[in-house]
Structures are given as structure tokens and as C-alpha cells.
T-cell receptor, first 112, second 114 residues
């Protein structure tokens, strides 16, 4: 039972390039989330999805795009990467509104 | 806007000591509170989830308490072990329409010395 997988685990890219981070879950949880974790800021919500084809902005959505055509996948795209988007990105899921959130292993992204 | 503060930012203790990590939040209208553990270079692991109607939750050597009216939670770790060394994060979910969104504290880095 893999739970939540994220790919790639590590990525180096250049400013201006488009990058897509993948998140896949095997539980069929309704909710999926993308966070970024930075020193001094902690974890901040980028986007979330309550179900397939339903997405909404979190605290820091600028420069990011998401989609959720299938329940199990929630890709995060950086349309034109900037150095300020260098971070560790975590995907998370949960089944219901009062439930525990489960986190993936993270993707470390370096934008040069 | 909900803000979550964790004190201390770092804590170093000898093995076997009992310890308390603190979390405070500014808006008491919360749905629940979670404590997570994060090992270096890893994702977050949920330790305990306390619903707003509960006062505490226990799991093994861990006990988390919640005082919603004062905006405080504590995580008590009994008989600490070197394997407990990690960053501990507190996060709250606000009640109302946005009861999906977690607001995190910046964490307490715990080091347990053998």
C-alpha cells in the first residue's frame, strides 16, 4: 500500500522553465493539498482540491496551476519557474473534513 | 487570520527525561488540532488529532492536551528516547467554511541526547 507518492523527489530547473510535480494517492481520499515548506515560513498551503474537478487557492497560489481530472492524481505546475519557488513541496490527502491529513515524502525543487 | 506559535523553537534534553512542547493559536474557533512529527528530509507523520470537543489524546508515550478557550495545546513526551529526535509541528483547522485548511506553527526541533 503506497499511500501517497510524489515525483520527482528531487528536481533542478532553470528560471522560466515549466515544471510539473506529480502527486498520486492510492486511498481515494476526497481532499488533496499542495504545501510548500520554507525556512522561516513553515508550511504554507498553495492549492487544495475537495474532489475531482474541484480546486481552489490556498495562501500562496501565485505562479502555480493545479488540476484534478482523476481522484487519485493532483499535479502541481509551475508555469514559469522563479528562484523564489525553490522549496520543498509536499502533497497531502485526507478523507473527510474532520480527518487527519496524510503527507507525501516531498519534492525538493531547486530553481537556478 | 489564524496564527500558530510554537515555543521553544529548539529543545535539547537527555535521554529518559519527560518533556513538554507548547503550541498556541490566536483564534479559538478551531475544528481540530494536530501534532505532526517531521524527520530531516522526510514528510510529516501525524501523531495525534484532537477534535475541538476533546481535552486530550494519548498514543503510547505521547499525550496531547487542548485548551481551546485559552488557545493552547501541549504535547507531553514521556521517557524520551534518542529516536524521538525530530521536528514537532502543531497545526490547527479552523471551524466554519474552511474546515479543510491547516495552519501550521514553525515547529520545535527536539534533540534527545543518549
Amino acid at each position: 500500500d503506497a499511500g501517497i507518492t510524489q515525483s520527482p523527489r528531487y528536481k533542478i530547473t532553470e528560471t522560466g522553465r515549466q515544471v510539473t510535480l506529480m502527486c498520486h494517492q492510492t486511498w481515494s481520499h476526497s481532499y488533496m493539498f499542495w504545501y510548500r515548506q520554507d525556512l522561516g515560513h513553515g508550511l504554507r498551503l498553495i492549492y487544495y482540491s475537495a474532489a475531482a474537478d474541484i480546486t481552489d487557492k490556498g495562501e500562496v497560489p501565485d505562479g502555480y496551476v493545479v488540476s484534478r481530472s482523476k481522484t487519485e492524481n493532483f499535479p502541481l505546475t509551475l508555469e514559469s519557474a522563479t528562484r523564489s519557488q525553490t522549496s520543498v513541496y509536499f502533497c497531502a490527502t485526507k478523507q473527510g473534513s474532520g480527518e487527519t491529513q496524510y503527507f507525501g515524502p516531498g519534492t525538493r525543487l531547486l530553481v537556478l | 487570520k489564524q496564527e500558530v506559535t510554537q515555543i521553544p523553537a529548539a529543545l535539547s534534553v537527555p535521554e529518559g527525561e519527560n518533556l513538554v512542547l507548547n503550541c498556541s493559536f490566536t483564534d479559538s474557533a478551531i475544528y481540530n488540532l494536530q501534532w505532526f512529527r517531521q524527520d530531516p528530509g522526510k514528510g510529516l507523520t501525524s501523531l495525534l488529532l484532537i477534535q475541538s470537543s476533546q481535552r486530550e489524546q494519548t498514543s503510547g508515550r505521547l499525550n496531547a492536551s487542548l485548551d481551546k478557550s485559552s488557545g493552547r495545546s501541549t504535547l507531553y513526551i514521556a521517557a524520551s528516547q534518542p529516536g524521538d529526535s525530530a521536528t514537532y509541528l502543531c497545526a490547527v483547522t479552523n471551524s466554519g467554511g474552511s474546515n479543510y485548511k491547516l495552519t501550521f506553527g514553525k515547529g520545535t526541533l527536539l534533540t534527545v541526547n543518549p
